[in-house]
């Protein structure tokens, strides 16, 4: 069965200063990998996703992601966080093009002046 | 892309009575459609698969008598929570498979904020 892990809970980082979530996914085959962001009260935003290529993948709002087959990792980062960065940020997997999806518990987001 | 649309987007009701969300494809048609559950700061849990012209697919631990699910056409799949009490306030969200000429987006509906008091 598919798994997936986010070990940090909640993340405060300062304006202007790098972030990295972390994302550790579990699943045989070839997964399809997704970032979402939920700011309070919202719905799910997509960020960006993976299913082959390249193993660097850009997404919106100046967001990266890299896909580490060996380490099953799918980390995002951004250079320079800005407070607008503030929200609840979701890894997702998902094991075909089409079906549903698998979500980490989420990784919360505070960013300080 | 594909999208969705759910109705309300947000609804307070009374302990015992019974809440029904729509969730409506609005620019293509859909077999299928999944449902999402989120409870207050924690994580989304799929909740069941609906299937236009059959039953519903429950994920374990899931009332199925509790949650009625209907695709009653290609565009509109309703989520109805019977008897709905404090504990299944929650956040619901539905979004249907992601089309695989256009990409593997999963299109997510604005969701259903439901309390129950």
């Known amino acids: 069965a598919q798994s997936v892990t986010q070990p940090d809970i909640h993340i405060t980082v300062s304006e202007g200063a790098s972030l990295e979530l972390r994302c550790n996914y579990s699943?045989?085959?070839?997964?399809?990998l997704f970032w979402y962001v939920q700011s309070p009260g919202q719905g799910l935003q997509l960020l960006l996703k993976?299913?082959?290529?390249?193993?660097l993948v850009q997404g919106i709002k100046g967001f990266e992601a890299e896909f580490k087959r060996s380490q099953s990792s799918f980390n995002l980062r951004k250079p320079s966080v800005h407070w607008s960065d503030a929200a609840e940020y979701f890894c997702?997997?998902?094991?075909?093009?089409?079906?549903?999806?698998?979500f980490g518990a989420g990784t919360q987001v505070v960013v300080t002046p | 892309g594909a999208v969705v649309s759910q109705h309300p987007s947000w609804v307070i009701c009374k302990s015992g009575t019974s809440v029904k969300i729509e969730c409506r494809s609005l620019?293509?048609?859909?077999?299928?459609m999944f449902w999402y559950r989120q409870f207050p700061k924690q994580s989304l849990m799929l909740m069941a698969t609906?299937?236009?012209?059959?039953?519903?697919?429950?994920e374990q631990g899931v009332e199925k008598d509790k949650f009625l699910i209907n695709h009653a056409s290609l565009t509109l799949s309703t989520l109805t929570v019977t008897s709905a009490h404090p504990e299944d306030s929650s956040f619901y969200i539905c979004t249907p498979p992601r089309d695989r000429a256009e990409g593997t987006e999963a299109f997510f509906g604005q969701g259903t904020r439901l309390t129950v008091v």
């Open positions: 620019d293509f048609q859909a077999t299928t």
């Open positions: 699943y045989g085959a070839t997964p399809y």
């Open positions: 609906s299937n236009e012209g059959s039953k519903a697919t429950y």
């Open positions: 997702a997997v998902g094991e075909d093009s089409w079906g549903k999806l698998q």
């Open positions: 993976y299913f082959s290529g390249d193993t």
